[in-house]
């Protein structure tokens, strides 16, 4: 149980690591030096690619967590192994690691393949109690 709490502590904090990303070394730079009072406006106001990716990225790793949170309660509550479900989430959160990593480096297809790989981890991990 507390290696399965400790990936979804991780799992959760994806989000920020995007968005640690579509920050980073603006808080040093004089000239689009980071507005942490307006930090929507801020990154709405960026041309640089990586950075608006960074930001659909982060906002895409938090609509992906609400359906591995439940998927992953639900394998708990019907006692699905815990082995399934923690290797269930490792594998979710590889992909989910790959899929920031392609995103942010404007690779649409690999990105595209990954979220749907990710999505088909998720629903293996909802149905792990049914297994065998």
Known sequence: MLLTAVL??????????????????????????????????????????????????QENSFEALPFLFAATLFALYLKAPPGLINGLLIAWLVL????????????ASLRSSIWGLALLVNIALLFAPFYG
């Open 8 to 57: 979804l502590l991780i799992a959760s904090q994806l989000p920020i690591v995007a968005a640690g990303m579509a920050k980073s070394g603006a808080f040093r730079s004089k000239e689009n030096r980071y507005d942490n009072n307006e930090p929507r406006l801020w990154l709405e106001r960026q041309t640089d690619p990586r950075r608006r990716r960074a930001n659909a990225a």
């Open 96 to 107: 989910r690691a790959g899929y920031l990593w392609s995103y942010v480096n404007g690779k």
